[in-house]
């Protein structure tokens, strides 16, 4: 059974940096595509970055590309969200997901993930 551990989430001010990590154990880690997604309490789980299995191609939401980088490291079984002018929008759970289909795309859609970790609390104050 893969597992997923975020970590790194927090408070920051809008404008600064923070970097989210996600550990896997469990499964083939470096065929998976790995998705960042977030939620806000009474809204749908949305998707913020994926990055394929195979070309580390990446995919990013309108609302956060060219602020937040995804990066992973197969050999620590690791995937990153690296997030740079932070707004107060930015305000969500992240979650970290795992789609073991080995599709060619970097999945962008909830229904394509597998594995989905706790969660990790980003908070930014204006």
């Known amino acids: 059974q893969v597992q997923l551990v975020e970590s790194g989430g927090g408070l920051v001010p809008a404008g600064g940096s923070l970097g989210l990590s996600c550990a896997a154990s469990?499964?083939?880690?470096?065929?998976?595509?790995m998705g960042w997604f977030r939620q806000i309490p009474g809204k749908e789980r949305e998707f913020v970055a994926s990055i394929s299995w195979m070309h580390d191609t990446t995919y990013y939401a309108d609302s956060v590309k060219g602020r937040f980088t995804i990066s992973r490291d197969n050999a620590k079984n690791t995937v990153y969200l690296q997030m740079n002018s932070l707004k107060p929008e930015d305000t969500a759970v992240y979650y970290c997901a795992a789609d073991a289909s080995r599709g060619l795309l970097a999945a962008r859609t909830r229904g394509a993930y597998d594995y989905w970790g706790q969660g990790t609390q980003v908070t930014v104050s204006s």
């Open positions: 469990g499964g083939t880690y470096s065929t998976y595509t």
